[in-house]
């Protein structure tokens, strides 16, 4: 009873600092915007430059910064589940590099630019990754286990990564949006992205909430998952779908973010356990708080201009990251 008064009381801690970093990204900025400005502009849109800037800019921004941010410290804990691998993130499975590679060819040689055309083609990219890894870790004795699949990610990834450096080389145009892309941001999206982007990662979310119970299960081994009624190909079917709708959606929005997806989950089972019905709530709110404030931090650190969120999250993750792992207790699964 008391450890389920202390998560709980954690989970409304971090709601109210992740609450916070709302209030922070939708009034601080570069562009000089008063609180009485930002208020005024919240209830109402008056035309004016400051309205502008807090309803099509800072809003949106943030708005992004939430969905992404549960997209891939969820689709982190999954990954870190499914393969018993409690330092993988979404990339290990080739799932991230599947949809950039995807999305750089949308706009480089097709000339996408929209969310909801680039969203699909990051879905279908994520997906072929995910079935080529999984092919290639289920090939021979033993099936899919985990270190195959690891492995048969980290050389799909590779590839994918070689193929996406060559693509961006035909164009300078191309290369120019790319390489802004590619790095991760949350600047310059449209107000109409909210509601392109939450449908997909609402359906990942609640998905991966569905599949808690059978990957807490399936944690303890392969056999003894069997043995407590687990459906295991379908619970690794469901985890990889849930994996791709979150990775795709967070990765046509903001571009391929790391660190969030990674750290946060370790964040998560140290405060909360191993227990996902525990930890997948913490990594929804902690993984904004992550993104919120290191895109906070962005558009503070220099003196004219911003620094790329994806940019300040390796800075910031990388310190936590290992300092976790010199600490066996707090990544084991």
Known sequence: MVR????????????????????????????????????????????????????????????????AGAALGVAGALMQT?????????????????????????????GVGSFLSLVWFSFAGAALASVVVYVLGASGRGGPTPVRLALAGAAVSASLGGLIAGLTVFDAATYDYLRFWMVGSLAGRRPELVGELAPFVGVGLVLALLLARSLNSLALGEELGRGLGVHVARTRLGTVVAVTLLCGAATAAAGPIGFVGLVIPLVARWLAGPDLRWSLPYCILLAPVLLLGADIVGRLVLPEGELEVGAVTALIGAPVFIAMVRRRKEVSL
């Open 82 to 110: 499914l393969t018993r691998n409690p330092l993988a993130d979404p990339g290990l499975l080739g799932v991230n590099a599947g949809a950039s590679a995807a999305v750089v060819f949308a706009i480089g040689f097709l």
């Open 4 to 67: 389920v008064l202390l998560r709980g009381g954690g989970l409304v801690v971090v709601g109210g600092v992740l609450l916070v970093l709302v209030v922070l990204s939708v009034g601080v900025g570069v562009k000089g915007v008063s609180w009485g400005e930002v208020w005024r502009a919240l209830w109402g849109d008056d035309g004016s430059y400051a309205a502008g800037v807090v309803r099509e800019l800072r809003v949106p921004r943030t708005m992004v910064g939430l969905l």
